[in-house]
């Protein structure tokens, strides 16, 4: 098991920064991806960013060159910096840990975080 606390989240205008972390504990961090998602109120849960164990990342066209996803296995904690802000970043954001390839597909992921609201005002 892995227990996955997201933090980090909060309301921030248009163009602004947030720094969100995912603190894992339980089974050794260091060998899973970790997965970013986010969902808006109505919305399916859709991928953000993901970096793999080995530290390759990978980015929606939606957030890419805005967005950097990051890991500190030492401290079993995942990041994700965003930059440049817009409204329709507004979600609730999820990180997830899991041992598949398939990136960006929510249900290649074994462990899920409560999740911590952004919100984004114009």
């Known amino acids: 098991q892995v227990q996955l606390v997201e933090s980090g989240g909060g309301l921030v205008q248009a163009g602004g920064s947030l720094r969100l972390s995912c603190a894992g504990t339980g089974r050794t961090f260091s060998n899973f991806h970790v997965g970013w998602f986010r969902q808006a109120p109505g919305k399916e849960r859709e991928f953000a960013a993901a970096?793999?164990?080995?530290?390759?990342?990978y980015y929606s066209d939606s957030v890419k060159g805005r967005f950097t996803i990051s890991r500190d296995n030492a401290k079993n904690t995942a990041y994700l910096q965003m930059h440049s802000l817009k409204p329709e970043d507004t979600a609730v954001y999820y990180c997830a840990a899991g041992t598949s390839a398939w990136y960006a597909t929510p249900s290649s992921y074994d462990y899920w975080g409560q999740g911590t609201q952004v919100t984004v005002s114009s």
């Open positions: 970096i793999t164990w080995r530290g390759k990342t």
